[in-house]
């Protein structure tokens, strides 16, 4: 196998900037920041199964630090790096009832928002399954030079500029799209540096794997039952089209079907009939990301990305993944009357 040459992010990132010629690179300075906090939540993340150990919430280890749970030290890590940073004007976190606006005079002058999950998947680190943090960032519609207001953070999904998502799993990888491509970089754990590892991703257009919580069943709509009973019927012939994969963690299950193929479902439901994702932290950068590797994402009713969210942790209905998979349970299911 011939040994390539290893490509950093920020290496990589500067030379799709300088494709375009009237790019500013503030763009790429704030992926950078972003990978810089992801770098830092993953040092705290491999730790995780030490917390026994070193301490839990509230105690203070050895080294006199608190100790934090990973969802709220992912997110002060964040908030403080994109304070930090030159390009972000505020943040809005899943983690908090409002958003953030940096009110220093460099933010002030800044043009872009971000909004992320510090940690998706949480439920998961007991148990040292793959965990996330998923990052969206538009330009602000408020007016430049005085602090951010509401109304950069309740922009439709169609009007992101970049979104990405970094994956604590059996290693770490940082994936970003922008309009025109998909990429994902692996950390290198010796140099600390995110590596391309995963050129211009594309989704199959077709899949095997259907992931949903089964267990949700009873509460489904008949649509959604007929599809599933699809899926499993499917299952009785030789070839056996269809699997059945469910971390419980948005980043992992995605990821998997990004690289893969497949659906990932998380529709609405008797007890939740706005389902339980959340449209701005959670599927809108999720959607971006899946579109431009050629796939697909919906509520059921319209396309994710044109839903215009009336506030910050609206839900959604999502049905995500290869294209010929979205419309085919889009024959099935009809979110409408759930959503509207
Ligand atoms: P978070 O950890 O950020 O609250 O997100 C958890 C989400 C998502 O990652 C996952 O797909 C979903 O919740 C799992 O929900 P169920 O346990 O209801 O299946
Ligand atoms: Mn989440
Ligand atoms: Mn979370």
Do not use: W
Not at 27 to 39: F, I, M, N, P, Q
Not at 43 to 52: I, S, T, W
Not at 107 to 115: E, P, Q
């Amino acid at each position: 196998m011939s040994q390539g040459k290893l490509i950093t992010m920020d290496e990589f990132t500067i030379q799709e900037t300088r494709k375009f010629p009237q790019a500013t690179g503030e763009l790429s300075a704030l992926l950078r920041d972003l990978g810089l906090a992801g770098k830092i939540i993953n040092k705290q993340v491999r730790k995780a199964g030490l917390v026994d150990i070193l301490g839990k919430q509230g105690a203070t280890n050895i080294q006199g630090e608190e100790q934090m749970k990973l969802d709220v030290y992912a997110n002060e890590t964040l908030i403080n790096i994109l304070k930090n940073s030159t390009e972000c004007a505020g943040i809005a976190s899943e983690e908090n009832d409002i958003h953030v606006s940096y009110e220093d005079t460099f933010s002030a002058n800044s043009k872009y928002v971000v909004l992320f999950d510090p940690l998706d998947g949480s439920s998961n680190i007991d148990v040292n399954a793959p965990i996330g943090t998923i990052f969206a960032i538009y330009r602000r519609v408020s007016e430049l030079g005085k602090p951010c207001t509401e109304a950069d953070f309740l922009q439709a999904g169609n009007r992101l500029m970049a979104a990405g998502y970094i994956i604590y799993g059996s290693s770490t990888m940082m994936v970003y799209a922008t309009k025109v491509s998909v990429n994902g970089f692996t950390l290198e754990p010796s140099i600390g540096e995110f590596c391309l590892s995963h050129p211009n991703i594309r989704i199959p257009e077709n899949g095997k794997i259907y992931s949903i919580n089964q267990g949700n069943t009873i509460k489904y709509s008949e649509g959604m039952l007929s599809y599933l009973n699809f899926c499993m019927e499917n299952n009785k012939e030789e070839s056996r089209p269809y699997s059945h994969r469910y971390i419980g963690s948005m980043v992992a299950d995605l990821h998997r079907t990004l690289i893969k193929g497949g659906i990932f479902i998380y529709p609405a439901d008797k007890s939740s009939p706005k389902g339980k994702l959340r449209l701005q932290y959670e599927c809108n950068p999720m959607t971006f990301i899946v579109e431009a590797a050629g796939g697909k994402g919906t509520t059921g009713y319209c396309n994710i990305l044109d839903v215009t969210p009336t506030e910050l942790h609206q839900r959604v209905p999502i049905f995500i993944g290869s294209k010929n998979m979205v419309n085919k349970v889009l024959e099935f299911v009809k979110e409408k009357e759930a959503v509207a």
